[in-house]
């Protein structure tokens, strides 16, 4: 497929033809979802959990960000490739954010992508200013979680649901090329698809928005922790891999593993000369 550039989002969104969007975190998940024609790869900090075991996203840094991407970006040479700000990567000030944003940068990430709304419009300006495309977060935000008073949809009364309609468009205008929105109503997400130049993308946040993301160990069965209200399970990979393991662990005991044709053969007249050597 051709490389999937802003300007294919943006096409996208203008003829109404849903975009795909999935988190990746090393080459042979990238080569599989590039293969499957998925647009954009998020190297997600849901890599915390996922690949680093923590219990939230906080404990993740931009070194232990940085490998993965460099991973998914060769397995995955053409899709949209989006880094993700890690927790205080971003916040202490402009000039990390600069700095942080950059290296995702030269690593050939497309865009990054950051937590939070208007607070960040200053942060955003600077750093599309510095040639880093954003992709802004916003609804529920993960890195947040402690302030927000956990893993809630957000947006659901009258008086929040406006002040995320306002976010996107100040994100929009100090420079966002899209936005994410995370576990907010429908009914939200439609407007602020409906209202924004740039594509918005959704986890948890109804089937108007002009494209879906989700995170991939989620959606085949590849994480044994809880999931989202808002995760789809389109496989079970998981349990496919466990099936597989014990099988190979009943074979090597019954030594039926390896086989013949998995063994590298030896002429014969050599194999009797060894035997010759080393009798038992
Ligand atoms: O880190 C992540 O996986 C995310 C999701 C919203 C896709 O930010």
Known sequence: MPKVTIHTLREKKAKGEPITYLTAYDYPTAILEQKAGIDVILVGDSAGMVVYGYSSTL?????????????????????????????????????????????????????????????????????????????????????????????????????????????AKILEEAGASSVLLEAVPAEVAKIITRRAGVPTFGIGAGVHCDGQVLVIHDMIGMFDKKVAKFVKKYAEVGDKIVEALTEFKKEVLAREFPAKEHCYPMPPDVAAELERLYPE
């Open 59 to 167: 404990p993740v840094t931009m070194d232990l960000m940085i490998p993965l991407v460099r991973a998914v970006r060769l397995g995955a040479p053409d899709v949209y490739l989006v880094g993700d700000m890690p927790y205080m990567s971003y916040q202490p000030s402009i000039s990390d954010a600069i700095r942080n944003g950059g290296r995702f940068m030269a690593e050939g990430c497309d865009a990054v992508k950051l937590e939070g709304g208007r607070e960040m419009a200053a942060t955003i300006r600077a750093m599309v200013d510095a040639t880093i495309p954003v992709m802004a977060h916003i609804g529920l935000t993960p890195q947040a979680a402690a302030q927000l008073g956990g893993f809630k949809a957000q947006g659901r009364d009258l008086e929040t649901a406006q002040r995320l309609i306002e976010d």
